[in-house]
């Protein structure tokens, strides 16, 4: 967990101007207003793949609805206006012709409070490869749910009970089960708005857990509150404060060597 | 747990202590508001099934008569044959019409017309509504008793009568009390007021007139009282048709007694040349003849009918499975519980489905702006829109078509209209119109209870809006509009002011033949009903309205059943 996985060039993480080679996701100059009130403010910022970021900032400062811009969640709140460029591969996502839908089968997401749909477990896992058609027989779907389970670390634990309701499930559980309805689908990208800050301690480290494996396969953004959990499970992370994205960097950097002062009040509990 | 001096001060302890005063005063009037309530369902369904339990059974007279097409001879004459030959054939006009009158006319038309022709026969003759409501106890107080006759000499009765003697001064006493108690206090009263202001202005014509009215009536008041005091005191009373009756069975027939003391009784014939218990029995009938539907001689022979055991009392299938009628002891609700049926019917195929997409567009896909809001103020509005006004509509529209003069020809363009008045579809439209708004808010409170976290669960593994509300938000919401949809079809099951005014007000007397034949329905036969004059529509009425009730109940009953159905998923 503390060796980042760190891309070949020398990073050049710092401040806004940073750019990393090859990132998955890059977001150029993306502000989101709320009506008139600003949530992002011109953000730039390259997510590199196959490593965990943290979005780290004080209540408020737009880590969620930056997160939701990246499976453009934001269209769902009526009042909200995203302008700017995100990139998935270099494909420019904002633009109008992208099919949502497609765009969400390959960013998953987790949100803050565990949202496992009122149907048996089963059915919340292969919800997402139902509607998507992913899977070409009964067989074949129930591979993809036994994986997505197993990925989740949740399999053991429900094997048996497949055809109880999600929500009978307790708060951990219910999280790892939403983890496995997201990664079910496949996607490239799984958001995550504090996953933990629901949970108890020990259901929180299973998930860190979990976090730290799909690393190997997925491009993870993390929104938390808690900058210990940030140092354990992230390799770069990126701190916001009202809108404006103040520095970035791996999470060596920035909980050893902030830039900024406000990053350093921030990390050591001075602010925020 | 260490408390602290500051919360064991007297101002502390004191303000606990109010505290929880206030609470139990608060579970004090929640309680007292639910017994209200209780009691007051209970007071109303008890009352309406206390009037209604007689309604269910009808008297039914058995007696074998026959129509004969070749001596032309209808059953209804044959049944009035056999009957007065049972009373030994009075020859009196009056006491044929009487006894004729027993039994229900047109239930004997309908059979001697309806049964194939031939030798039609029946043996069993439905009662007219009068005789039923006799059996019933509803026509008047009647006490039994076996007076012991010694000698009889001519319409001179001699015994032991201390028992209906009694009987009669206890009844004329309370008659006396009546008089003085109300109609004497008052007229005196008035005459008070009448002289106080005639004092004032002595010259009125008008005021005199009416004082000196208002003296004579007290008088003859007094006189009377005093003619039954001075009655009372001769050991002697005599009785009429202004009066409680006494009737008495004498082995040869009926007798009502018009006077009566202690040891003698004077009557008069009412039924002769009958064979009858050799036991004399004395009936006293507390309500007088002049104020009953039934008289003295009809009264003695449905006592000797019932003494012969030719009285049944049977279910009354005509009141579930005949039409209205005019005759009480003929009608029934079938065709207004068909009329319900079909209208409702029609009601829910357009209510339901419009107004649960229009909940579903309004709570889910439409954009919220100044147009949906302005949409949802007035549906809310017209949720509160008297349901007469949308049976005016209804009959503007549907029936009568709105008439547009087309300018500058001489001639008008008809809009709508073209149903028919009365006919069910156009009762289930207009209530249809009428429940919309509680469907669709109903149903939007149930859509918008559904929580954001699954919406947006579904939107992020890729469904689309329609998959979102109909995989996961429609599920969720479904007891709670199906509970609003009913609760809406219920309401409008219960509705009469909207059928009353396109035409459901007329007497049907035959079943609806579908949604376009004129039609009444169940609220609308209870109001018609209620407004009948005879006694024996109460408890049709009452009876009408538990078959109204338990419609409603099973619709209720249906919401229930569904929504623990969806909630147990």
Known sequence: MNSPVLPSAEPAFRGEAQTIADPKVSLRNVTVKYGDVVAIDDVTFDIPGCAVTALIGPSGCGKSTFLRCINRMNETIPICRVTGDVLIDGENIMKKEVDTVLLRARVGMVFQQPNPFPKTIFDNVAYGPRIHGLASSKADLEEIVQTSLQRAGLWEEVKDSLHRPGTSLSGGQQQRLVIARAIAINPEVILMDEPCSALDPVATARIEELIDDLRTNYCIVIVTHSMSQAARISQYTGFLDRGKLIETGTTEQIFTRPQDTRTNDYITGRYG | ?569
């Open chain 2, 1 to 569: 747990m260490q408390v602290s001096d500051r919360h064991l001060s007297d101002r502390f302890a004191k303000r606990l202590k109010q505290r929880r005063r206030a609470d139990a005063r608060l579970r004090l009037y929640g309680m007292m508001a639910i017994g209200t309530a209780l009691f007051l369902l209970v007071v109303l369904l008890g009352s309406i099934v206390f009037e209604a339990r007689t309604a269910f059974t009808r008297h039914e007279l058995q007696l074998s008569v026959s129509r004969d097409d070749r001596t032309d001879r209808s059953l209804t004459q044959d049944a009035h044959a056999k009957l007065l030959s049972m009373f030994g054939d009075p020859q009196d006009r009056r006491t044929r019409q009487d006894i004729t009158q027993l039994v229900s006319a047109l239930s004997l038309k309908i059979a001697g017309t309806t049964l194939v022709p031939g030798e039609v026969r029946t043996d069993q003759i439905v009662l007219s509504d009068k005789s039923d409501l006799y059996f019933k106890g509803l026509t008047t107080r009647v006490d039994r008793s076996t007076p012991v006759i010694n000698s009889v000499s001519g319409n001179v009765l001699s015994g032991e009568f201390s028992d209906l003697y009694r009987k009669a001064i206890r009844w004329r006493q309370a008659e006396i009390d009546q008089l003085a108690r109300s109609g004497l206090r008052s007229a005196e009263q008035r005459a008070e007021v009448l002289k106080r202001q005639l004092d004032e202005a002595p010259d009125d014509p008008d005021l005199q007139a009416r004082l000196d009215g208002e003296r004579t009536r007290a008088a003859q008041m007094r006189a009377r009282i005093e003619g039954f005091r001075s009655e009372l005191d001769s050991g002697s009373i005599s009785l009429d048709a202004s009066t409680a009756s006494v009737l008495v069975r004498t082995p040869t027939g009926f007798q009502r007694v018009v006077s009566i003391s202690e040891n003698r009784m004077t009557t008069e014939t009412l039924l002769e040349n009958m064979s009858l218990p050799e036991k004399a029995q004395a009936l006293f009938i507390h309500t007088p003849a002049v104020q009953r539907t039934l008289s003295d001689a009809q009264i003695a022979a449905l006592e000797w009918l019932k003494h012969e055991g030719l009285i049944r009392n049977t279910f009354n299938t005509s009141f579930f499975a005949r039409a209205d009628s005019s005759e009480a002891e003929l009608a029934g609700l079938l065709a207004a519980t068909i009329g319900s049926i079909l209208i409702i019917l029609t009601t829910m195929l357009l209510a339901v489905p419009v107004g649960i997409a229009a909940a579903v567009y309004l709570e889910e896909f439409a954009p919220r702006n100044a147009f949906t809001r302005f949409i949802q103020v007035n549906i809310n509005n017209l949720a509160a829109v008297p349901s007469i006004v949308f049976g005016l509509l209804g009959a503007a529209i549907f029936v009568n078509g709105v008439v547009i003069p087309i300018p500058f020809v001489e001639a008008t363009f008809r809009l709508g209209g073209g149903l028919g008045r009365g006919w069910p579809i156009v009762g289930g439209i207009v209530l249809a119109l009428m429940t919309l708004p509680t469907i669709i808010i109903s149903s939007r409170a149930a859509l918008s209870s559904v929580p954001d976290s699954i919406r947006q669960g579904a939107l992020a593994v890729g469904a689309t809006r329609l998959q979102t509300v109909h995989h996961h938000v429609m599920p969720m919401a479904a007891p709670g509009i199906l509970t609003g949809s009913i609760i809406g079809l219920a309401q409008a099951l219960g509705e009469t002011a909207p059928l009353l005014l396109i035409g459901m007000v007329a007497f049907i007397g035959d079943l609806p033949s579908g949604v376009t034949d004129r039609s009444t329905a169940l609220p609308v036969l209870i109001f018609q009903w209620s407004t009948r004059a005879e006694r024996a529509w109460e408890p049709m009425t009452s009876a009408a309205i538990i078959i109204l009730l338990a419609l409603m109940l099973i619709l209720n009953g249906l919401a229930v059943w569904l929504r623990m159905r969806y909630e147990k998923r």
